[in-house]
Structure formats: structure tokens, C-alpha cells
């Protein structure tokens, strides 16, 4: 049993929280983390989390700025923040299917918008009920991530040092994009492919310090899984692929993208698909406890504004009225994609009942083990082939049954990321002392201001670079791989995608089954550190090899650095510090990166000329330079990392 939490600002204290200057500031970084991670998230197939640098962002800017604030006002800011991150998070694994499935020819505005705000709003409803069953009473959920930013702010003197080294790898992340889109000192990938025989081979690496930072951020095994998954495609199947395969008149690295383009992306979604059903088989135990909690909690849910401040949530008037705004929301989205009332009221139900379901769910494996480890993919995968094998069982096929089931998709997805962040935010709420129904209106806030901007972002990025698909000749595309996924899953249930080649969909299923062999029968009875986790191999067999091939080198520098601090006797506090620095590096690289990324997409579309300097230098030194730079990147966020433990 956990020992009873006791706030740091106790009940009886009142600090100013819910304040404008709190509000304004989480929705400023609500829409850039938003934004950020709609990027990075069609860039790399995952997304990072924006709780801990919004909490240092927060504390640097009211603290060290306007020489003003509180624990409690930094606290509201990281939760607004947050909300717009999970909410990027939701939406692109289902919305770009849309267009890429050619059911709608551009992000549409309206539509793409309700999804984003019906589903977020709906997973911060279904979760309010489930505070005190689920945080309060629920003793084995331990929250790890929360628990860790609930210490990132009571250490808030250290805020304003912390904000610098954000602000310097936002600036560092930006100048390597302009570096490579707009100067053309550096190229985006150093690539080569040869002949090997009858077939050929290929290595490539893309020298985004983005990418990089984002396998520090996962750790050590999970960029190795996804490397692993990776050498799968490009060392086994590509070769097997292209044995005899005619390379006259092209290069092996147009042959070898050609092979991956049209084969290898279904070799990976086949280990997708059997990795996200396996996700949800393994917490069968884990989601009967969590839908008994949440049964308890709506059974249990009263007014609550005569208890203590800590203790104070929204009202049951304003929940209900929230929940069928949220229900309106996602029946006008539906009736207006598919102009069907009947279909509508289909969707309606099966959307209501799995958002129920994924949101308790969602919620309890973070508290387990974190937000950065929760099914959501699976989740959404099961969602489809539900909703999917509904509406075929009543009759309804073609266009209308694929808009309806991803419209589904898109809805449940949205809450259950949505979900998951508010059960971490609450729990840090109750460590620091916050005021739950001020969380609770800011994460409202968080979820339907954001929205707002989703489908602008995706639509300039589909435009600039293309999604799944490269816009024009010579560029590369953001492989959106769980977009990519979802057009091949749903396009083949209903018959859209009629090429789709399902002996290598079977051939992928075979080796996440065999990994889940692999890790139950040897690894998890020896208890190694190692695990065969499914679900990052098979996205590492879907990306790029250079978009894998960066995140390995940021997995290695977060273990050269665990290994540096071991070997010079940093442990405990000191050797989280450490790790901490170099995360929060890790982010503004991030962020800054994906910032950028953005804005040149604008240049992009308005015509502006890029590269400016074009070939400045034959290919061999261009490349020498590229990874150059690249590798200096990976030296400076070592730096950081020891920059007052070498002292």
C-alpha cells in the first residue's frame, strides 16, 4: 500500500491558480506543443511529452520573467500544455487515413476539428469521475511520470537555469532545420545502396537532431527495439524483395526506396496490427480492474464544493452538460461525413461505448506505468475492427463505411490519449496540492483551443511535404506511419485497397508473433532488462532507416551517459539530474526542430526557392559535413547533461 500523499500547498492554504496570466500562458504552449507534435509525430511515429518542459517553461517565464507565480499557477500552465500535446497525439493516427484513402481531397476544417474537440473533451469528462477510485483509492497505481514532474515543480528554484537550456535547444533544434531546408549547408539524409550480388543492400541516416533527441527521450531500448525493426526490413526482407530484381538504368537507392514504398510498409503493418492486439490481450487483467473503478466512480460521483479545496471538482451539472456537448459535437461530425442518420446513430453508440471503455482503460495503464507507455495504438486498432466489422455485419460498405469507422477511430483515439493525460495531470495535483476543478477547466481549455488549429497545420504540412506521400518530385514525405497504417487496414476491410499485398501483411504478422514468443518464452522468465516489445519493432519495420538510424544514436548517447555517471559514482538524485537535463535538452531540440519544420513549410508553399546555396560542394563533402554537425549536436547534449556534475 502507498503512504497517504500529503500536498505540498495543504487544503487550508489559498494561492492564486486558475489566474489569466496561468491561462494565457498554457494556451501559448498548449497550441506549440500541439503543433510540435503533429510534426514530430508524422515525422517519427511517436510523440514526446510536454508536462515537464511546460513545467520548467512555466516557472522560468512567471518566476524569472515576471517576477511572479506560484507552484500552483506553474501547475495549471504544464496541465493546459499538456492537453494540447495528447491531443496531437490522438489525431494523427486516424485523420490523415482520411485523405490518404482520397475520402476527402484536403484536411477538411470543420470536420477534422470537431474530432479533435468532441474527443478530447470526452476523455476529460469520462475521466472526472474516475479521480478519486482511480488516484485517491486505487493505491497500486503509482504514476511514475506524474510523480516525476510533481518534483520537477517543488524544485521550481531551479526553473530559470532549466528554461535557458530549453530556449538554447529550441534555438540550436531550429538552426539545424534552416541549415538543411533553407541555407543547403547540410543535407537531410547521407544515404548509400550497392549491389550485394544478385540483390543489393542499403544504409542511410537522416541528420535530424530531432529524431536524435527523440530516441534519448525513449531511452536506450526502445531505440534499439526500433532500430531492431528497422534491420528486419532493410537487412532481411528489402534484400529478399529485391534478389534478381532489375537494377538497370536506376540506382540501388531508388530500386531499394521503390521496394520499401510499395512492400515494405505492409511487411510492417502486419507486426503493427498483431503488436496492437497483443498490447490489449496483455492488460486484459489490468482493464477489468480499471472498468470496476470507473462503474465505482460514476456510481460514487457527487458536488463536491463543500469538502476541502483539494478535494473540489467540477459539479455534476457542468459534467453533464460537458458530456452532451461532446456527444452534439460528435453526432453533427458524423452526420456531416457521412450524410446518413442511420449510420450516424450506429457510430454514435459504438463511439460512446469504446470511448468508455479505452478511457478507463487508458487511464489505468498510466497510472501503471506512465503515459509514455500507454496502448493507445492498439487501442485505436481495435476500435477500427469493431466499428469496422459492425457496420459490415448491418450492411454498410464503400466510402460511407470507411469514413464512419475512422470517424470512430478518430473520436475514441482523441479521448483516450486526452484520458490518459488528465489522470497524470490530477495525480500531480494532488502532490502539489492543486485544486482539482481548476485542473479540470483547464484541461477543457486545453483540449478545445487546440483543436482549432489542427487541421491548418496538417493540411500546410501535407501540402509542403506530403503525408505518407511526397508532395512533389525530390521530396521527402512525413511517413505517418500509423496514417499510413490505418488507410491500408481500413482500405482493405472494405475493399478499397484491392493491391493490397497480404502475404507480406502475413509475413510482418509472423514476426511480431514470433517476438511475442521470443520475449514470453525466454526473456521475461529471466528477467533481462531487454524485452522484445512488439509494438517498437514494428514501427521500426514501417519507418525510414533513416528515420530509425538517428534514433538509435540518440538511444546510445542516453546510455553512454547512464554509463558515464555510473562509472564516476553519480547515483540517485545526482544521476537523475543528470538524466533530467539532458531530457529537457532533448525536448527543446525537439520542439525547436519541429517549430521550424513548420514555418519553412510555409516558405514551401508560397514558393520561396530552397536550398539557397544548392550543391555547394561535391556530394562526398556534403555528406562529411552533414554528419559533422550531427554529431556535434549529439556531443553538446552529452555536455549538458554533465554540464555541473563535471564541475
Given at each position: 500500500?502507498?503512504?497517504?500523499?500529503?500536498?505540498?500547498?495543504?487544503?487550508?492554504?489559498?494561492?492564486?491558480?486558475?489566474?489569466?496570466?496561468?491561462?494565457?500562458?498554457?494556451?501559448?504552449?498548449?497550441?506549440?506543443?500541439?503543433?510540435?507534435?503533429?510534426?514530430?509525430?508524422?515525422?517519427?511515429?511517436?510523440?514526446?511529452?510536454?508536462?515537464?518542459?511546460?513545467?520548467?517553461?512555466?516557472?522560468?517565464?512567471?518566476?524569472?520573467?515576471?517576477?511572479?507565480?506560484?507552484?500552483?499557477?506553474?501547475?495549471?500552465?504544464?496541465?493546459?500544455?499538456?492537453?494540447?500535446?495528447?491531443?496531437?497525439?490522438?489525431?494523427?493516427?486516424?485523420?490523415?487515413?482520411?485523405?490518404?484513402?482520397?475520402?476527402?481531397?484536403?484536411?477538411?476544417?470543420?470536420?477534422?476539428?470537431?474530432?479533435?474537440?468532441?474527443?478530447?473533451?470526452?476523455?476529460?469528462?469520462?475521466?472526472?469521475?474516475?479521480?478519486?477510485?482511480?488516484?485517491?483509492?486505487?493505491?497500486?497505481?503509482?504514476?511514475?511520470?506524474?510523480?516525476?514532474?510533481?518534483?520537477?515543480?517543488?524544485?521550481?528554484?531551479?526553473?530559470?537555469?532549466?528554461?535557458?537550456?530549453?530556449?538554447?535547444?529550441?534555438?540550436?533544434?531550429?538552426?539545424?532545420?534552416?541549415?538543411?531546408?533553407?541555407?543547403?549547408?547540410?543535407?537531410?539524409?547521407?544515404?548509400?545502396?550497392?549491389?550485394?550480388?544478385?540483390?543489393?543492400?542499403?544504409?542511410?541516416?537522416?541528420?535530424?537532431?530531432?529524431?536524435?533527441?527523440?530516441?534519448?527521450?525513449?531511452?536506450?531500448?526502445?531505440?534499439?527495439?526500433?532500430?531492431?525493426?528497422?534491420?528486419?526490413?532493410?537487412?532481411?526482407?528489402?534484400?529478399?524483395?529485391?534478389?534478381?530484381?532489375?537494377?538497370?538504368?536506376?540506382?540501388?537507392?531508388?530500386?531499394?526506396?521503390?521496394?520499401?514504398?510499395?512492400?515494405?510498409?505492409?511487411?510492417?503493418?502486419?507486426?503493427?496490427?498483431?503488436?496492437?492486439?497483443?498490447?490489449?490481450?496483455?492488460?486484459?487483467?489490468?482493464?477489468?480492474?480499471?472498468?470496476?473503478?470507473?462503474?465505482?466512480?460514476?456510481?460514487?460521483?457527487?458536488?463536491?464544493?463543500?469538502?476541502?479545496?483539494?478535494?473540489?471538482?467540477?459539479?455534476?451539472?457542468?459534467?453533464?452538460?460537458?458530456?452532451?456537448?461532446?456527444?452534439?459535437?460528435?453526432?453533427?461530425?458524423?452526420?456531416?461525413?457521412?450524410?446518413?442518420?442511420?449510420?450516424?446513430?450506429?457510430?454514435?453508440?459504438?463511439?460512446?461505448?469504446?470511448?468508455?471503455?479505452?478511457?478507463?482503460?487508458?487511464?489505468?495503464?498510466?497510472?501503471?506505468?506512465?503515459?509514455?507507455?500507454?496502448?493507445?495504438?492498439?487501442?485505436?486498432?481495435?476500435?477500427?475492427?469493431?466499428?469496422?466489422?459492425?457496420?459490415?455485419?448491418?450492411?454498410?460498405?464503400?466510402?460511407?463505411?470507411?469514413?464512419?469507422?475512422?470517424?470512430?477511430?478518430?473520436?475514441?483515439?482523441?479521448?483516450?490519449?486526452?484520458?490518459?493525460?488528465?489522470?497524470?495531470?490530477?495525480k500531480i495535483g494532488q502532490i502539489v496540492g492543486a485544486t482539482p476543478k481548476r485542473l479540470q477547466a483547464?484541461?477543457?481549455?486545453?483540449?478545445?483551443?487546440?483543436?482549432?488549429?489542427?487541421?491548418?497545420?496538417?493540411?500546410?504540412?501535407?501540402?509542403?511535404?506530403?503525408?505518407?506521400?511526397?508532395?512533389?518530385?525530390?521530396?521527402?514525405?512525413?511517413?505517418?506511419?500509423?496514417?499510413?497504417?490505418?488507410?491500408?487496414?481500413?482500405?482493405?476491410?472494405?475493399?478499397?485497397?484491392?493491391?493490397?499485398?497480404?502475404?507480406?501483411?502475413?509475413?510482418?504478422?509472423?514476426?511480431?508473433?514470433?517476438?511475442?514468443?521470443?520475449?514470453?518464452?525466454?526473456?521475461?522468465?529471466?528477467?533481462?532488462?531487454?524485452?522484445?516489445?512488439?509494438?517498437?519493432?514494428?514501427?521500426?519495420?514501417?519507418?525510414?532507416?533513416?528515420?530509425?538510424?538517428?534514433?538509435?544514436?540518440?538511444?546510445?548517447?542516453?546510455?553512454?551517459?547512464?554509463?558515464?555517471?555510473?562509472?564516476?559514482?553519480?547515483?540517485?538524485?545526482?544521476?537523475?539530474?543528470?538524466?533530467?537535463?539532458?531530457?529537457?535538452?532533448?525536448?527543446?531540440?525537439?520542439?525547436?526542430?519541429?517549430?521550424?519544420?513548420?514555418?519553412?513549410?510555409?516558405?514551401?508553399?508560397?514558393?520561396?526557392?530552397?536550398?539557397?546555396?544548392?550543391?555547394?560542394?561535391?556530394?562526398?563533402?556534403?555528406?562529411?559535413?552533414?554528419?559533422?554537425?550531427?554529431?556535434?549536436?549529439?556531443?553538446?547534449?552529452?555536455?549538458?547533461?554533465?554540464?555541473?556534475?563535471?564541475?
Amino acid at each position: 500500500m502507498a503512504d497517504e500523499i500529503k500536498p505540498y500547498i495543504p487544503a487550508e492554504k489559498t494561492l492564486p491558480e486558475f489566474t489569466l496570466q496561468a491561462v494565457l500562458l498554457g494556451l501559448v504552449l498548449s497550441l506549440i506543443m500541439c503543433s510540435a507534435n503533429i510534426y514530430v509525430g508524422l515525422f517519427a511515429g511517436m510523440t514526446v511529452s510536454a508536462a515537464i518542459p511546460a513545467s520548467v517553461i512555466s516557472m522560468g517565464v512567471l518566476r524569472g520573467l515576471l517576477r511572479r507565480g506560484n507552484i500552483l499557477e506553474n501547475n495549471v500552465v504544464h496541465t493546459i500544455a499538456s492537453s494540447g500535446e495528447s491531443l496531437a497525439a490522438g489525431i494523427i493516427f486516424t485523420v490523415p487515413a482520411l485523405v490518404l484513402l482520397n475520402l476527402w481531397s484536403e484536411f477538411n476544417y470543420i470536420e477534422t476539428t470537431l474530432i479533435a474537440m468532441a474527443g478530447g473533451v470526452m476523455g476529460v469528462v469520462m475521466m472526472i469521475p474516475l479521480r478519486k477510485p482511480m488516484i485517491i483509492e486505487q493505491k497500486e497505481l503509482r504514476f511514475p511520470e506524474g510523480v516525476a514532474c510533481a518534483e520537477v515543480l517543488k524544485a521550481g528554484d531551479r526553473g530559470g537555469a532549466e528554461m535557458m537550456g530549453i530556449f538554447v535547444a529550441l534555438g540550436l533544434g531550429g538552426l539545424f532545420k534552416v541549415l538543411i531546408d533553407v541555407v543547403g549547408l547540410f543535407k537531410a539524409n547521407v544515404e548509400a545502396a550497392f549491389r550485394a550480388g544478385p540483390t543489393g543492400l542499403y544504409f542511410g541516416t537522416n541528420v535530424s537532431p530531432m529524431l536524435m533527441a527523440v530516441g534519448f527521450i525513449v531511452g536506450w531500448e526502445v531505440s534499439l527495439l526500433v532500430f531492431l525493426g528497422g534491420a528486419l526490413s532493410y537487412l532481411g526482407a528489402i534484400p529478399v524483395l529485391a534478389w534478381g530484381g532489375d537494377f538497370a538504368g536506376q540506382s540501388a537507392v531508388a530500386v531499394i526506396d521503390t521496394i520499401w514504398d510499395e512492400q515494405i510498409r505492409f511487411f510492417g503493418i502486419g507486426a503493427m496490427v498483431v503488436a496492437g492486439v497483443y498490447s490489449i490481450v496483455k492488460i486484459a487483467g489490468s482493464m477489468g480492474a480499471a472498468i470496476k473503478t470507473a462503474i465505482h466512480g460514476i456510481r460514487g460521483q457527487e458536488d463536491t464544493d463543500s469538502l476541502p479545496r483539494t478535494e473540489q471538482g467540477i459539479n455534476g451539472r457542468a459534467l453533464g452538460a460537458l458530456m452532451l456537448m461532446s456527444l452534439i459535437l460528435t453526432a453533427v461530425v458524423y452526420y456531416m461525413m457521412t450524410d446518413s442518420l442511420a449510420v450516424t446513430g450506429i457510430t454514435s453508440i459504438a463511439m460512446f461505448v469504446l470511448a468508455f471503455f479505452f478511457v478507463a482503460v487508458a487511464a489505468y495503464i498510466v497510472g501503471l506505468v506512465g503515459a509514455s507507455n500507454s496502448p493507445v495504438s492498439g487501442m485505436t486498432i481495435c476500435t477500427v475492427i469493431v466499428t469496422a466489422g459492425l457496420l459490415l455485419i448491418l450492411g454498410y460498405s464503400g466510402p460511407s463505411g470507411m469514413i464512419a469507422t475512422l470517424g470512430v477511430a478518430g473520436v475514441v483515439c482523441c479521448a483516450a490519449c486526452t484520458s490518459g493525460d488528465i489522470c497524470q495531470d490530477l495525480k500531480i495535483g494532488q502532490i502539489v496540492g492543486a485544486t482539482p476543478k481548476r485542473l479540470q477547466a483547464g484541461e477543457v481549455l486545453g483540449t478545445m483551443i487546440p483543436a482549432f488549429i489542427i487541421a491548418p497545420v496538417m493540411q500546410l504540412l501535407h501540402k509542403a511535404y506530403g503525408i505518407g506521400v511526397p508532395a512533389r518530385e525530390g521530396v521527402d514525405a512525413l511517413p505517418a506511419p500509423q496514417g499510413v497504417m490505418f488507410q491500408k487496414l481500413v482500405g482493405g476491410i472494405f475493399g478499397a485497397e484491392a493491391d493490397v499485398p497480404w502475404h507480406l501483411v502475413g509475413y510482418g504478422a509472423a514476426v511480431g508473433v514470433v517476438a511475442i514468443l521470443v520475449d514470453r518464452i525466454f526473456l521475461q522468465p529471466r528477467g533481462t532488462t531487454f524485452r522484445l516489445h512488439p509494438m517498437p519493432l514494428a514501427v521500426g519495420m514501417y519507418l525510414p532507416w533513416t528515420v530509425t538510424f538517428p534514433i538509435l544514436f540518440g538511444g546510445i548517447v542516453y546510455r553512454y551517459v547512464d554509463r558515464r555517471a555510473a562509472a564516476r559514482g553519480i547515483e540517485g538524485e545526482a544521476k537523475q539530474a543528470v538524466i533530467h537535463r539532458g531530457l529537457l535538452f532533448s525536448s527543446g531540440l525537439v520542439a525547436g526542430e519541429a517549430i521550424l519544420g513548420i514555418l519553412i513549410a510555409i516558405l514551401v508553399v508560397v514558393g520561396v526557392d530552397q536550398p539557397l546555396l544548392g550543391d555547394w560542394a561535391p556530394d562526398g563533402v556534403i555528406s562529411v559535413v552533414s554528419l559533422l554537425g550531427f554529431v556535434g549536436v549529439m556531443w553538446l547534449l552529452v555536455r549538458k547533461c554533465f554540464a555541473r556534475s563535471d564541475g
